[in-house]
Structures are given as structure tokens and as C-alpha cells.
């Protein structure tokens, strides 16, 4: 049996333009004789639609567009992941088998995530997944996605116990660091589990603060990998696989048409791919997530404010990579507190990239909003408000340019800094997507070290590295002031952010109590911002977005 | 029996405060000789504890706040709202049912939202709620929220058919204008359904976005009102009620100790309250959730940027009526594009509502960034860029005075601008907490018109109602040269946003399908501008908030 994986980038809502997608890789899959092609979970209205699931019509509009696709499928066999409705108007998240050009039959997904990122219970009832397909001597399952995680007698094994050889598993799974070995692993169990082959295709592209890795996967009975598709890459997989035939005693099984291709095929090899670092899985989900949102969203060049900094660095040079460095505008808005140092290193990178640079002094705008609040400060101290100022002259005139010119401004904050509210509402978070907001300080080192390893030179100045990190709101100022060293403070916060530890647990890690309560307090009241902050990519097991709903309102105290 | 009601204002997370209050109120009800006292649902943690509920020591906290509750109901039942643990970790909503110092029993929540602002399934199993109560001669049953919301032979008919003549319901029901007649409505229902007594206690308060209106409310077995606990303030209701005894044949029931202060009673009378318009729910609902959301977060003061405009007019006057007028700070920032009749508007508000004024120009600082800019726009005609500008320096002022002075900053942008995008981000987005967020502009003007009719003067200056609506960002601006009228603009968007309604049903409504497809594609695409907004008072059935989740990259076109 031939079967081919449409590891595809569809997008949420382009029910035509994911409707082409589907069409072309339909094609594809008879050009190479395929009896079955497979495609990712809500393949038609891409994933997660959320509440467009809402409107009518708009379930309607992709019932439409899946049975456009019907009469594309002659000859072959299709599996794609679309919204199903029911006889009450309930919602199922489902599988269409696509063949010879009928609707042979839909299988609903039964195990809905509603944890993390999850919302499926808000929009879909669980389904109850009863098929089996028989196509020439082979027989198989369809599950989609969760079905196949969720280890309760569940669906998968009664695919396999009714007779399956084979199963589809088709997925929209949003990568974080260490996910695909996860899938690897429990894939490899599942084959071996059931001694059935196991065909798992992933979505693949950006969606808002979601990065799907693709990475879709082929295992054998013997639970080996047999082929893998690309990470962070639209792909499309061919594979020959010999599924057993199936034991007589099978009962619900669907035959389905076999297509008339299947004689003169030349032999597939499947070939896998070179392993991949963990930090570069992370840098290309930021570059892939970056791409898919900046164009996804229809525009054509972004905007960075440029500090000398590591982080506005990595931002720039992840975005050059994204978009091409003739789409990446850098901005540089040096103050009386601006080092020469990150002065001339801002733009130093800036000429390294090649990117339109400019310098746009912030002192006598300042001069002015000191000039205007004077009366109303007199007496006062300086404190954190002029440091504020500052940071969103910054911001006003990144989006002044943004208005001006149509740019997208990407911010440059890390998820250090947003966890314990070390940066500026309207300052430094003005923008319209924050690249390396799920990315702890310390990762933001590495990823730019294996930026500057894989260009073979420092595309990043060095001092960059060297220097003492620094928001430069007033004179000699280093995070370190505010905050503890990174190491640390990136410690602590996996286990509180991350993994939700309690105080009492931490302090076991922790020693210093009086740290550990001022990251708490910190993160704890830092939440009002984080709810005003632009989305960016998830890359860790919890970021800050749809898998952290904190109240902004609250007066727990665990200390 | 006699049954109290406490309509209490619990925080989320304020674990040791609310047991207080909780305590309070235990005490309260064995004053007034009360059987058995209800609090609403969650009270121990308060709702939504949203993913607090993800920490185990927070589960762990509440059911230890809940156990040091138990000897405080000595000679007293008392039902309370929790966060109960089963034996696989897995947790519940429930209620408590504490008799005689001593945990008689637990009743989990079978039905749990999952829709519009309710996550429930996220964290909660649905329970099986299979007990019945006798307490003295009366028998009862006791469900939560949701669990009398729906008739699918759930949880309260079960109660009634097994004996019980009373059903408890404890709940936290989010206010919207039209939410207590429906509510009203289904428990009349209910106890008609059923022929039993009906006492509903809903929690009351501000949190996030959400205002709960408490108006717990009694039925008899004929429908009848029987009393009624006070709109958005905390009440504490008696009643007697000649609860029928139970038939014999009832099973699983769980006879409690009745209390010992049971003879000497005198009669207790109930009445009604006067009926309140919808628009002073309205009005009622914006003050409260405005007060408990600068309260709860530790704020003293608020900052109001006055424009002379309505929208800033009305939150000026909420603010005041929240918080006292001697914490609310007004300021004005003019600019070339003032009138001076808003200025004039402005400064007669501040002067009516007797709050601490500021008047501080922005054109120094305009000037500023325009000669900063001067090299990078040479040559580009004057676009919204400019205009944004001004709001944005706007926002860093009254910014910079919340930095500076600790004041909370209330934006001033009314649903209508919201939901098109007719709006700065960073700029009069700028704030803490978006009071009138989700009131369409013409509702502005009702509840203006409300309170200054209230007020018995124009407390609002009479000249804000006439004048044509402005952002006066640029010459002669009024909104309408961007926007349809108000009128029609709000009853479209009540279609699209509130309703989901396709295209071609609200061109059936409004002829224009130009201007229908504006209007859509403007809330379409100013998705990004919400998703970075402060939290608002929800007084509408969806509100752009937890019950408004679209995807910012979403490419469905309807039309």
C-alpha cells in the first residue's frame, strides 16, 4: 500500500486558499500513485478556527468546501480533517474519507483537549469512532489527534483489536521544545502496542502565538521509524508500507474503492533526516512563526527598535531570516543614558544584517513631556515614570513609523522580563507580535551563540554577548539592579511559570526565600500587563498566552 | 425552616479573607436563628479562580479554609461553595454541606459551562449528585449554577422526583442587561416544574471582566416571588418557608441534626424591592466592577484623560460614583485641534464633579516628535500617523502620572470604537481598566443621560450630548467621516459581534451591503488592537473579552 502524507500550511479561515492547497497535494498524491494521501487535522478551515466555530456560516462555508474536494479525489483515497456537523447542529472536529470521489465516510474525534492551549470542548461534542477501512488487502483506522494520546481502551486500540493494521493519525500538535521527541516516543509505543503501522501527519506554519512543527511521522509494527517529514516546513511524504492483511473475523469495516493505479508502481525509498538540535528546532519555530504571522496577517516589512542589545539582535536577525533583510527596518533611539557601546552595536548589527537602519534621537522629545508634566511633578522624585517615558518615546515612534509606512514593529521583550513585568506597557511592548516572548534570557543567549555559529561569523557583535545585559532607562543602570542573575531567575521561573511549583517547593530548590517570594510577587502582579502584551510564538510547555489564564485579580498568597 | 441567604463579595484567591467573611455571615445566620445558610458558588476561592486552580497548593489551600470552616456551623447548616479533590486528583465544583460542626456530605456540579466566558471543563470532572437532605421535617437538594440551567432530567429534577421540596441552587452568574429577567424567568419555571421551593444565591462583585449582580432570589412551589436579595451590593436575606414534609419513599437521604434554636422564633417578614430600570442595572453594574477592580488590585486613586467628550464624561462620573469623587484625577491635553468647547467641557465636568483637575498641552511634545521624525517621513503626505501620535502622547501623560503618583489610569473607549478599531493603541487604549468597553456609544449617551437625570442637573454639561462625536485628531474631524451614524453602526455590530450573524442575514436588516461589509471587515481587522486592551465591565451577552475569541490571523471572507 502506497501512502502519501500532505504535510501541509494551511491558514485559519482561507477556506479557498487551504481548499487549493488540499487540491495540489491531490494532485501530487496521484502523480506519484498513491492509493491513500492523508492531511492534517482541520485541514479545511485550518486550526484552531476558535470561535469562528461560532457562526453558522461559517461551518457551512467549510462543509461546502470539503465537498468541493469530493470529486477530486477519483482514482484515490483521501483522509482530511474538517468540521463536522451534526443533526442538531452540534460540532464534531472530524475526519473525511475521501474516495473514488464520494464521501465514503466521516470519523469523529472522540478525546477533546480542553487543558493548555486547548479549547476543543468550547466548540466540538465528542464523537464515537466506530469504522474501519478496507482498501485493497489493507486495513486501517482513522483517529485524529488526542485520540491517539489519551491511553483508556480509547479508540485507537479498538481500531487496532477490530482489525487495523494501519493507523491515520491525523494531528494539528503546536510545538514547544521537546514535544517531537514526546510524539517519537509515544508513537513508537502505539505501534508496538497495537503492531500496526502508525501514519501521523501534522499541520505545518503560524497561528498566532501557535507554531506547528509538521515532523509528521511513519512507524512500522515493530514500532521503527520509517519516514519523517520536515520540521517547520510544508512537506509531502511517499511510503510503501506493507500492512498485513486483516483477520477474517472483522466486523464495521467500510471497503473502499481501490484505485486502478496500484500495478506498475516503481518502488518509494524513504530516506530519514539528520537529527536536529533542540536549539535550532527553537529557532526556526521563531522564524517560522514570525513568517506565517507578519504574512499571514498581509503585511510586507517589519519594524524593530534596535538597543545594542541581545535581544532586539536575535529579534532582527530571526526576522531577516523570517522575512528576507530587504523586509526588516532597524530603528535605533538613542537617550543621554545610551552607551556608545550599544550605541555603535546597534548599529553595527544593523550593517552586518544589511537592513535599512535608522537613527532617531529620543532627548529633546523627552525635554518636551518634562517640559509638560513639570508642574504636575514638582516636588516629586525621579522614579520609574521618566524611566517609562523613555521607553515609550521609544514606542511612539516605532509606531509612528508603523502608521506611516505600513510595518509590522515587532517587539524585542524576552519571557524573562514579561514574567516579572521588567519592561514597559505602550514602551517596549508596543507592537503587533513579540518573536521572543516565550523565550527565557538565558535561551536568548544560546539561540543568538547558534545564529552566529551557523553564519560562521558575528553576525551579532560579540560585545553584545559580553555585556552586562541593561535596559539603559537611566545612568549605569544593569538588569541586575532590578532583578537576579538570569541563571537564576530563569530557574525559578520554569518551576513557578512553567510548572506552576509552589512557593514551598521552590524554597526546597531555592534557598534564598526572600528571592524566590520577590520572582512570586513580581510575576503575581506583573499579570495586567502580560494581558495587554502582543502574542508570540509558544516554544516552551507553558507560555504566556492561551495556556496561562491567570486571574489579573488576585489575592492568593502562598507565603 | 428558616433559610438565610448570604450574597457575598468574595476575591479570588483572598482564601483567608473570604473564609472571614464567610465566618461573618455564619454568625449572622445563627443571630436571626437560621436553619440553614447558603453561600454562593466558589465562595471559599472566589470565581473564576481561572488557573489558580492549576496549582495544587491552591486546591490544597481551599479545602483547608474550608475545614476550618466546619466547627464555626455548630447548631447551624450552612451549604458553601469549594473546590473539592477526588481521589485521582481530579477536581470538582461543589458545594459543602457543613451541619453541627461537622461535613455532612458533599454535592459536586454535573453541568459544566464551557461556553462564552466559562472555561469550566478546563478544570473541572463533571460530578454525580445523587443525595438529598433532611433537615427536621423539610427535605432538600442542593445543585450549582448551571446544574437548574439545564432541562435535560438532570440534576434538580432528580432532587424533586427523589423528595425534595426545596432545591438550593449556589451560583456565580455573570451580570449582562437582561440576565435577571431570564434568570427570574427559568426559577419561576423551575419551581412550577418541580412544586418546590426554590433559593438561589448568586455571588456579587467585580472580577477581571465580569460583574456578578447578586439579586439571589426565593420561590415558592407556585412560582412566586418570595424575596429578593439586592442588585450588585452584598445582602443577607431571611425567610421562613413552610417547606412541605417529604413522601416515605424517598431514598438516599442524608438526615442532618437540626439546629436546637428552632422553637422561640419570631416571624420573619420578607419583602420585595422596587423594580429598577435596565439601564440603571446598567449604570450599577459599570460602578461596581469598576470599584472592585481598582479595590481589589490595591488602588487608591484613578486618572481620567477628559476630552469633553461623552465617553470620558461618563467614566469620569462612574469613576466618582465608584470610588469617591476625591480619588478620581481628571486631566486635559489639549492640543491645536481642541475646541474650545470641549475644553471648556471638560474642565466644567471636573468643576461639577468637584475632582482634582490638570491641564496639560501636548503640542511642545507634537512638535518634538515631528522634528525628530522630520528626516524619516520627508516627503510623506500627513496620514493617521499623526493623529496617532497625539493620542499617544496622550496616553504617556497620564502614564506618566500613574508612575508617578500610583494612580490607576481609566481608559475611556465605549464598545462601537472598539470593536471597528476607532482607537489608538498605546494611545487612548492606554490603561488599567476600559470601564465603558463594552457599551455601545448610544447606550453612552442613556446612561449619561441617566445619571445626570439622577443627579437632577447637568451634571454632565448639556453641550457634551449635542455636540457631534470627535476624536479631534486632525481639522474639523468628527467621528462620522469615518464611521455610519451610531445608531445604525450599533445595530450592526450588535448583529455581527453579539449575534455571529452572517453577512447575508444582516444585509437582509441594512440594505447598505457596502457599508455592512465595512463594518465587518473594520471588526475584522482591529482584532490585534482588543487583544492587546484593558479588561471592561461586561453588561452585554458577548463582550469583547473571555467570550469573543477570534483568531488575529484568521482569513475567512464571507462575502
Redesign the interface.
Known amino acids: 500500500m502506497r501512502i502519501a502524507i500532505a504535510q501541509i500550511n494551511p491558514?485559519?479561515?482561507?477556506?479557498s486558499?487551504n481548499a487549493r492547497k488540499i487540491t495540489e497535494h491531490l494532485q501530487k498524491a496521484k502523480a506519484v500513485k498513491a492509493d491513500l494521501v492523508i492531511f492534517p487535522e482541520l485541514a479545511v478551515c485550518g486550526y484552531?478556527?476558535?470561535?469562528?466555530l461560532?457562526?453558522?456560516?461559517?461551518v457551512r462555508?467549510n462543509l461546502t468546501a470539503l465537498n468541493d474536494l469530493r470529486p477530486k479525489t477519483k482514482d484515490l483515497t483521501a483522509i482530511i480533517g474538517f468540521v463536522d456537523k451534526g443533526k442538531k447542529g452540534e460540532l464534531y472536529n472530524s475526519a473525511a474519507v475521501l474516495n473514488n470521489g464520494k464521501l465514503a465516510a466521516v470519523c469523529h474525534k472522540e478525546q477533546l483537549p480542553?487543558?493548555g492551549v486547548f479549547?476543543e470542548?468550547?466548540y466540538f461534542v465528542p464523537g464515537r469512532n466506530e469504522l474501519i477501512f478496507r482498501l485493497g488487502a489493507a486495513v486501517f483506522g482513522v483517529n485524529i489527534c488526542e485520540d491517539i494520546w489519551v491511553n483508556d481502551g480509547g479508540v485507537y486500540l479498538r481500531q487496532a483489536r477490530g482489525g487495523a493494521r494501519l493507523l491515520v493519525n491525523i494531528s494539528a500538535s503546536p510545538f514547544y521544545a521537546g514535544k517531537l521527541e514526546a510524539r517519537k516516543k509515544l508513537l513508537r509505543q502505539r505501534a508496538l502496542e497495537t503492531r500496526s503501522f502508525i501514519c501521523y501527519v501534522n499541520i505545518v506554519g503560524?497561528?498566532?502565538e501557535l507554531v506547528f512543527d509538521g515532523a509528521s511521522l511513519i512507524y512500522n509494527p515493530k514500532g521503527e521509524l520509517l519516514a519523517e517529514g520536515k520540521e517547520f516546513a510544508e512537506d509531502f511524504l511517499v511510503a510503501d508500507l506493507g500492512v498485513a492483511a486483516a483477520p477474517k473475523k472483522s466486523a464495521k469495516i467500510v471497503t473502499l474503492s481501490a484505485p486502478k493505479n496500484g500495478s506498475t508502481k516503481p518502488k518509494i525509498r524513504t530516506e530519514l533526516l539528520a537529527p536536529v538540535s533542540r536549539i535550532e528546532s527553537i529557532y526556526k519555530a521563531l522564524v517560522l512563526g514570525t513568517r506565517?504571522?507578519v504574512r499571514?496577517?498581509g503585511f510586507q516589512k517589519v519594524l524593530i527598535g534596535l538597543s545594542g542589545g541581545i535581544d532586539s539582535s536575535l529579534v532582527a536577525v530571526i526576522a531577516a531570516d523570517a522575512i528576507g533583510r530587504e523586509n526588516v527596518v532597524g530603528v535605533s533611539m538613542p537617550s543621554r543614558f545610551t552607551s556608545s557601546g550599544t550605541r555603535s552595536d546597534g548599529k553595527a548589527l544593523a550593517e552586518n544584517l544589511k537592513i535599512k537602519f535608522?537613527e532617531?534621537?529620543?532627548e529633546?522629545?523627552m525635554?518636551?513631556?518634562l517640559?509638560?508634566?513639570k508642574?504636575?511633578?514638582v516636588g516629586?522624585p525621579r522614579?520609574?515614570?521618566?524611566e517609562?517615558?523613555q521607553a515609550?518615546?521609544r514606542?511612539?515612534?516605532l509606531?509612528?513609523?508603523?502608521?506611516?509606512?505600513g510595518w509590522m514593529v515587532l517587539t524585542t521583550g524576552n519571557k524573562s522580563e514579561i514574567a516579572v513585568g521588567y519592561c514597559t506597557?505602550?514602551g517596549d511592548m508596543?507592537g503587533?507580535f513579540a518573536v521572543i516572548k516565550d523565550v527565557p534570557k538565558i535561551k536568548v543567549y544560546e539561540l543568538a551563540k547558534f545564529r552566529n555559529a551557523e553564519e560562521g561569523r558575528d553576525l551579532i557583535p560579540r560585545s553584545v554577548f559580553t555585556r552586562a545585559p541593561t535596559a539603559e532607562l537611566r545612568a549605569n543602570q544593569t538588569d541586575q539592579d532590578t532583578l537576579p542573575p538570569y541563571d537564576t531567575l530563569d530557574a525559578i521561573l520554569k518551576g513557578y511559570v512553567e510548572e506552576?511549583r509552589?512557593?514551598?517547593k521552590l524554597t526546597k530548590l531555592f534557598t534564598d526565600k526572600a528571592l524566590v517570594a520577590k520572582v512570586i510577587r513580581m510575576v503575581d502582579l506583573s499579570e495586567?500587563k502580560r494581558?495587554?502584551?502582543?502574542?508570540g510564538v509558544k516554544i516552551t510547555p507553558r507560555a504566556f498566552g492561551k495556556d496561562?489564564?491567570?486571574?489579573?485579580?488576585?489575592?492568593?498568597?502562598?507565603f
Open positions: 491558514t485559519v479561515g482561507d477556506l486558499g484552531p478556527p476558535e470561535d469562528l461560532y457562526k453558522e456560516h461559517f462555508d480542553n487543558y479549547d470542548k468550547r503560524g497561528q498566532d506565517d504571522y499571514k496577517n535608522y532617531i534621537p529620543i529633546g522629545i525635554e518636551g513631556y517640559g509638560a508634566l508642574e504636575a511633578f516629586q522614579n520609574v515614570a521618566e517609562n517615558l515609550r518615546i514606542g511612539n515612534i509606531m509612528a513609523l508603523s502608521n506611516k509606512f506597557l505602550y508596543s503587533g506552576h509552589s512557593f514551598d495586567y494581558r495587554q502584551a502582543a502574542p496561562w489564564r491567570l486571574p489579573i485579580t488576585n489575592k492568593y498568597k502562598e
